[in-house]
């Protein structure tokens, strides 16, 4: 209602203008029409058709236009010719109606479309909202016995154990590792849905990285009778996430190798210019092309109906490409059926001497044995209701040389902290009776703000995961690898003595 006022308004106070070229000549009239006509005209692209704003606009200026052509101070047209020009001005005025009504019709017609979109678009985002929490409470129930089997797998290994027995726990480590990496692939789904995979470059060689990276699938070729190629070019420096780095190969490679069952798999690097491409290829049974654009598709898998757990998740081609902006990559693909499969990853090239960072890598599991001396005796809080879970670690730190406290909530947590001098705290978040980890954490750190604290939970919702981040605590998720769990203790107590 106020627009059509305000349109009819905006006519009267334009047409009004008509008073002032009834005295002018037949030029200037014509120029006068050719404006009145085009802003009618306009009206109907700025109003969207709608009759009410636009008749309120464009009656007055048809009033304008008839009025300096048909009541002028002085004419030379005849009487024919006036009632000619009075005639097409009723046909303007009627094809500006015929043109709005066509434009408020389009208009509707686009808002409903824009409409169904949005709907059809809310629907898809509640989807994989939806599918994430899924995978998020999918993952910690599973999370929950691997991580006690892998405690206790891992206590078994650091006794002093026979050779037959210390196979068996290898083959037990091994299996549950193969667990473990399939619910990593959820963990990382979760974890690029929430938009808080941690990106952090490190300059390296790439020769060396792709030499020990394919070492691990020798075996799985060789019983699978397959021939794996590695030539690479040697002096090839990247600045990237090389865990991130890693993570894209080793899901081309396992792919590769995965589909090929006879001839072989290979991985080479090229260097032009200031970037290099990374091709991995096979000769397996490839993708049909009516079916390549569906491989980036999350548990989408060629030729696996039965869903063989050999097979895999169906989520290593889709996380690839969705790692690929975090490693500042290129990825194209190249498959014939029955030929096999070409991936080429182009990632630009640095210079060591423009980027001085040390090309040793992390030795994260080697140093394990050296940490543990050094942190004996150490005092270390768990916090976790699952009885299993928590002797499970207990039991692991303790024949680490730990000494370990026990917290089944929020508020015990608290009276072992007020009662007992604690270097550090291992946190689970899903706790009894609507509890939290994270209030156990706020807790902790008001009793001793600098208490370094490690949340260990099988929990990998993307709302949790945020709120991890704003904790400030470093997150491990369940199962934990050994090697990992010391390692991480060591470098929060180490954090934690340089900021006091």
Request: aromatic letters at 6%; glycine letters at 6%.
């Amino acid at each position: 209602l106020i627009a059509s006022f305000l349109s009819l308004a905006n006519g009267l106070i334009l047409g009004s203008s008509a008073t002032f070229f009834i005295y002018l000549d037949e030029g200037s009239r014509a120029i006068y029409s050719m404006v009145m006509v085009g802003i009618m005209a306009g009206t109907i692209a700025t109003s969207h058709g709608y009759r009410p704003v636009f008749i309120g606009l464009v009656i007055p200026l048809l009033c304008a236009v008839a009025t300096v052509w048909l009541f002028p101070e002085s004419s030379t047209l005849s009487t024919l010719q006036t009632y000619s020009l009075f005639i097409l001005i009723v046909c303007l005025g009627l094809l500006l109606y015929a043109s709005s009504r066509d434009v408020y019709k389009a208009f509707g017609e686009s808002y409903e479309t824009r409409q169904k979109l949005e709907t059809a678009l809310e629907s898809e985002r509640n989807a994989n909202a939806a599918k994430t929490r899924f995978l998020a409470a999918a993952s910690h129930d599973l999370r929950q016995p691997l991580h006690t089997m892998s405690m206790l797998s891992a206590a078994l290994t650091l006794q002093d154990l026979n050779t037959k027995s210390r196979n068996i726990a290898e083959n037990m480590n091994t299996a549950m590792a193969d667990l473990s990496g399939e619910l990593d692939s959820l963990l990382d789904i979760s974890k690029l849905d929430a938009g808080i995979m941690r990106v952090r470059p490190t300059t390296f060689l790439l020769t060396k990285t792709l030499d020990r990276i394919t070492s691990n699938y020798r075996e799985l070729a060789e019983r699978k009778q397959l021939s794996l190629n590695v030539n690479t070019v040697d002096n090839i420096h990247l600045n990237i996430d090389k865990s991130l780095f890693e993570r894209v190969i080793r899901n081309l490679l396992d792919n590769a190798i995965k589909y090929t069952n006879e001839g072989s798999v290979s991985i080479s690097s090229e260097r032009h210019g200031d970037g290099c491409t990374i091709i991995v290829s096979d000769t397996g049974i490839g993708i049909p092309k009516e079916e390549q654009g569906r491989v980036k598709e999350e548990f989408y898998q060629l030729n696996n109906p039965e869903r063989d757990r050999q097979k895999g998740l169906g989520l290593g081609l889709s996380i690839v490409w969705r790692l690929l902006p975090l490693i500042d990559a290129q990825l194209t693909m190249k498959s014939e059926l029955n030929v096999g499969t070409q991936y080429e990853l182009t990632i630009p090239c640095v210079s060591p001497k423009n980027n001085p960072v040390s090309l040793i890598e992390k030795p994260v599991f080697q140093q394990t044995e050296k940490l543990l001396k050094r942190h004996t005796g150490t005092r270390v809080l768990i916090v976790e209701d699952d009885k299993d879970v928590r002797q499970g670690t207990k039991t692991l730190l303790e024949s680490s040389g730990f000494k370990v406290l026990e917290a089944v909530s929020s508020s015990s947590a608290i009276v072992v902290a007020q009662s007992y001098k604690i270097d550090i705290a291992l946190v689970d978040l899903r706790l009894p009776n609507g509890d939290s980890g994270f209030t156990t954490i706020k807790s902790l750190k008001k009793i001793e703000p600098q208490l370094p604290i490690i949340i260990v939970s099988g929990e990998s919702s993307p709302d949790v995961l945020q709120q991890a981040v704003s904790a400030e605590c470093e997150f491990l998720v369940k199962p934990v690898d050994i090697h990992e769990l010391i390692y991480e203790i060591d470098r929060s107590l180490t954090r934690s003595t340089v900021s006091i």
